[in-house]
């Protein structure tokens, strides 16, 4: 028994099978506005990151089962299939299964060792390779044997795609149109069911309050100042739109990737959610949630270096 001022440790399988739960109803929302695919790819990436997983593992001398069993490769491999397009060919769902579980985790030593987060290293790769391909969303849940044949290559891709509103956003902004903010319904539910199980997470203390509160804090306080500058796309739609609730809560929470220290956390969250403001309204890809958090993944050490408390008895850091 522990003793009263000490907290019972978390077994990581049971932290990320709790984690995989909360994204459960932003999957079943994705589904529904999306369709099969993106089970489907949730599958396939899952299949190939645990046999990526299982080959560098084995290659390194470490223990295989002990290994895979404790979910974070299945929980990576969520977060990846989540961010891409329903029917992305299932090659590049692998290309990307790989480039996060090979390049940004296992040659970095493994979990607890990788300083950037394993799923945006797999879907920005994807992004900055393959455009086009990235780029190919539905406009509406298209019918299951559509979706399998553009991810299987048994038809042409383009058939099913269509843009998005931060796509519509981007384009307008960047030609000094007047853009409206309305967008599908839909797409609120689906940031609504994240929402939902962000909101699980924390009333069950798994991530803390500082990451998900700075980063949608720093987004939004963009979002208000940029109307005032005419970028007419309101703090409400940039909330509720791209990947913006799936990563306050399930990504700039990864606790390998993210500071240790509270005020660490609230600058890097706020930053992040900033650069994700910068990137959608300047830059080349309509969403900048992955860019924005590889970004300050990087100053994680400074960050930490700079915002420790000062040990018990000490002015200033040790």
């Not at 739960?21 to 990436?45: D, E, F, R, Y």
Request: net charge positive; charged share 10%; proline share 8%.
């Amino acid at each position: 028994m522990n003793a009263p001022h000490l907290t019972r440790p978390v077994r990581v399988p049971v932290l990320m099978l709790k984690v995989w739960l909360a994204l459960l109803p932003g999957i079943a929302a994705q589904t529904w506005l999306m369709g099969i695919g993106v089970p489907t790819q949730i599958l396939i990436a899952t299949v190939s990151a645990l046999g990526f997983e299982a080959a560098m593992l084995a290659l390194r001398g470490q223990p295989i089962k002990v290994n895979l069993l404790d979910g974070s490769a299945v929980l990576s491999a969520a977060l990846l299939a989540l961010a891409l397009p329903p029917a992305l060919p299932w090659w590049l769902t692998v290309i990307g299964s790989f480039f996060a579980m090979v390049v940004a985790k296992q040659l970095f030593g493994g979990l607890g060792n990788n300083l950037f987060n394993p799923a945006m290293v797999g879907f920005a790769t994807l992004l900055v390779c393959f455009p086009a391909q990235m780029a190919q969303w539905p406009a509406q849940a298209p019918e299951v044997q559509a979706t399998w044949q553009a991810i299987f290559g048994l038809s042409p891709f383009d058939a099913i795609a269509s843009a998005t509103p931060l796509d519509h956003f981007r384009t307008l902004s960047r030609q000094g149109l007047p853009f409206d903010a309305t967008t599908d319904p839909r797409f609120a539910w689906v940031a609504l069911a994240y929402l939902l199980g962000g909101l699980y997470l924390l009333a069950i203390r798994l991530v803390p309050w500082q990451l998900p509160l700075a980063f949608l804090g720093g987004l939004a306080a963009s979002a208000a100042l940029g109307q005032l500058v005419g970028q007419t796309a309101s703090p409400l739609f940039h909330l509720a739109a791209g990947s913006t609730m799936l990563g306050a809560f399930f990504i700039v929470t990864d606790p390998v990737t993210a500071p240790s220290t509270p005020r660490g956390r609230l600058i890097f969250a706020a930053l992040a959610g900033v650069l994700t403001w910068v990137i959608r309204s300047f830059g080349n890809y309509p969403d900048g949630v992955a860019f924005a958090v590889l970004i300050m993944n990087i100053t994680v050490p400074l960050l930490d270096q700079l915002t420790r408390p000062a040990a018990f008895g000490h002015k200033g850091r040790p």
